[in-house]
């Protein structure tokens, strides 16, 4: 069946580090593929998505690249704020049937002054 | 954007009664409405998805009579767990899709304690 794993965390940078956590899938056909995060006390926000290979999607300075080849969606961004401290899930949706999500065990990410 | 509510945001409860949360779309007609359940430093387990007028469908291992699903408008669905038990404590939290749309809108979770 369709599965999503994450890196485990937590993990933990400075101001301005560079972040980069990994995120392969197992899937059958053409899944689409998000990154949600989840600010303390709050629901999930949809970060970013891609829908096919080599798209890559972006926002708030995230990126995450299709990665049919290596089935890989790893979330990155060049320089981490105190803002971006959240918990970060990976997740696909599988290219038949419903809008099912399967998502990542999550990764937390804590970013210090 | 799509917002949705959950409501209660938290609540306590005694072992034995029921409790019903409410999750509505706020700004647009969900067509599709997901069930989530999320332990402590866990990810979400989906537990059912409902289509409003229609009978939700539940995931493997949901016990369907225990966690009872309505979604009687395009803009309401409710979960309620029936006779609850303290193992039953944990972050309830819906999503919504309207028509036209695959993205799912989430709510702001419902933290459950069974005392």
Known sequence: ?113 | GAVVSQHPSRVICKSGTSVKIECRSLDFQATTMFWYRQFPKQSLMLMATSNEGSKATYEQGVEKDKFLINHASLTLSTLTVTSAHPEDSSFYICSATGEGTDTQYFGPGTRLTVL
Not at chain 1, 4 to 23: H, K, R
Not at chain 1, 45 to 51: G, H, I, P
Not at chain 1, 89 to 112: D, E, M, P, Q
């Open chain 1, 1 to 113: 069946g369709n599965s999503v794993t994450q890196m485990e965390g937590p993990v933990t940078l400075s101001e301005e580090a560079f972040l980069t956590i990994n995120c392969t899938y197992t899937a059958t056909g053409y899944p689409s593929l998000f990154w949600y995060v989840q600010y303390p006390g709050e629901g999930l926000q949809l970060l970013l998505k891609a829908t096919k290979a080599d798209d890559k999607g972006s926002n708030k300075g995230f990126e995450a690249t299709y990665r049919k080849e290596t089935t890989s969606f790893h979330l990155e961004k060049g320089s981490v704020q105190v803002s971006d401290s959240a918990v970060y899930f990976c997740a696909l949706r599988g290219s038949g049937g419903y809008n099912k999500l399967i998502f990542g065990a999550g990764t937390r990410l804590a970013v210090h002054p």
